[in-house]
């Protein structure tokens, strides 16, 4: 497995119309610029409503008027969008100048094929200036391929007023006693858990963190390497999950529902209409704005690690998550490096942090986290013993494709913990 760390991977910044992915922003050219020497930088990020859907476009502004000549070209896309018209690209070999990643297996197959540039003694300018486990995820035998934006982890993020009506007292430390708190959450009318079972991905941190847990993160690496998922520990994470999902504890609908639509997971959670999710650090943003007075739960929000599993291997200080950065394509001007050091700056990388609520990777802009919640996630990360990256990304596209399927499939009741991890074995061993 390459070795990792979604700006919020998920869009966190909300979901904008289909036909807004196209959309151009700041600076369109057609051709080279307005003069001779002129020159365009496709950019394309997830960043698809405001805040920072305007803040990047400012920051691009800023750069056009030091470097005469440039010109931004800005495609904003929704995830899944984004996710899709890049793999098309890619594959024809003109990928854009600067592109989001989350790193990870899609990533190394995009340097595999020559789509992205080495960016080593590019990033080694200010390496210093980031976070230590930053570019992890970037990193590719030694090479870097992109530069790091922000970084979290997947947490419960719960109501905290719904457990006290429950008479869950305290955040559950094991397995056992969170499957005891959904089980109190029933018993009071109280939806237990908010799903986005349409999207998929969700689902997949479940199992995940049920197998980081019991099998361990060398467990989950050592997977990728021997493309061999049908261990014993495996099949045990999904009948941990079995046990969850035989309580019914998701929203009415939830195999039907997004994660940031109208009433999707983050709504359903920030309306009060359920108690918890599992979901990353960007989840209070998309909770508040999704919510029917833009408000959120407020003080009512907390935020528990995923509980330990009793005879797991794993440690329960091991977290599960990822970061955000930038890619450079394989044709891309000098430029386009030279705005990835300005992003990188304190003063930008504060913007991100105020604004979009996620976690600078820029050491000097970590003042910029004001959010109780956000310093929570900030300081159980900084007592993490190991890191795993999303497998989604972690893994091969396929494979990570193939985790998200099966995962979903267990979910409806449609697979075995066995039939998960012999189709995840398969689509490792096809390549």
């Keep these: 497995m390459r070795d990792s760390v979604r700006f919020s991977r998920r869009s966190v910044l909300g979901l904008a119309a289909a036909a807004s992915a196209g959309a151009v922003l700041a600076g369109c050219s057609d051709d080279e610029g307005g003069s001779g020497s002129g020159k365009k930088i496709r950019w394309w990020h997830i960043a698809n409503a405001d805040p920072m859907l305007s803040e990047w476009a400012k920051m691009a502004r800023q750069f056009e008027a030091t470097h005469p000549g440039v010109k931004f070209e800005i495609t904003p896309l929704e995830n899944e969008a984004f996710k899709t018209k890049l793999t098309t690209v890619v594959q024809a070999g003109d990928p854009p100048d600067i592109f989001h ?3 990870g297996g899609v990533l190394a197959q995009q340097a595999d094929a020559g789509m992205v540039k080495d960016l080593s003694g590019d ?9 230590p486990t930053a570019l992890d995820a970037y990193t590719i035998e030694g090479k870097t391929y992109a530069s790091a ?8 993020w719960y109501n905290k007023e719904l457990f006290e009506r429950a008479g869950v007292s305290k955040a559950p430390a094991t397995w056992a006693e969170y499957l005891e708190a959904v089980r109190k959450l029933k018993a009071t009318s109280i939806t237990p858990i908010a799903l986005a079972g349409k999207e998929k991905w969700p689902g997949h941190y479940y199992w995940a963190y049920l197998a980081l847990r019991i099998g361990g993160l060398d467990a989950l690496r050592q997977a990728a390497v021997d493309k061999d998922f ?3 520990d495996f099949v045990t994470a999904g009948t941990r999950l079995a046990e969850l999902v035989a309580l019914q504890p998701f929203q009415t609908g939830y195999l039907a529902a997004g994660y940031s639509t109208a ?6 959670v920030g309306n009060g209409k359920a108690a918890m999710e599992l979901m990353g650090q960007w989840a209070p943003v998309v909770q508040r704005d999704n919510s029917a007075g833009k408000k959120g739960l407020g003080e009512r929000l907390g935020f528990f690690e995923f509980p330990a599993v009793d005879g797991g291997k794993g440690k329960v200080t091991d977290a599960f998550g990822g970061g955000g950065g930038f890619a450079v394509g394989k044709d891309a ?5 030279e705005f990835l050091k300005f992003i990188a700056q304190p003063e930008n990388a504060r913007i991100e942090a105020k604004t979009a609520g996620v976690l600078p990777v820029v050491k000097a802009a970590s003042d910029a986290v004001t ?9 159980t990360m900084n007592r993490a013993t190991g890191f795993q990256l999303y497998l989604d990304q972690a893994y091969a596209p396929a494979v990570g494709q193939q985790v998200n399927d099966s995962v979903a499939e267990l979910l409806a009741g449609k697979s075995s913990p066995e039939q998960l991890v012999k189709a995840v074995t398969t689509a490792a061993k096809q390549g």
């Design 371 to 379: 959010d109780p919640n956000l310093k929570l996630v900030a300081d």
């Design 230 to 232: 049908a261990k014993p």
């Design 101 to 103: 990643t989350w790193g």
């Design 263 to 268: 009433d999707g997971q983050a709504a359903t």
């Design 149 to 156: 934006v922000d970084t979290g982890m997947v947490g419960f």
């Design 333 to 337: 001007p000098p430029e386009a490096v």
């Design 123 to 131: 990033v080694g300018q200010w390496k210093d200036t980031l976070i």
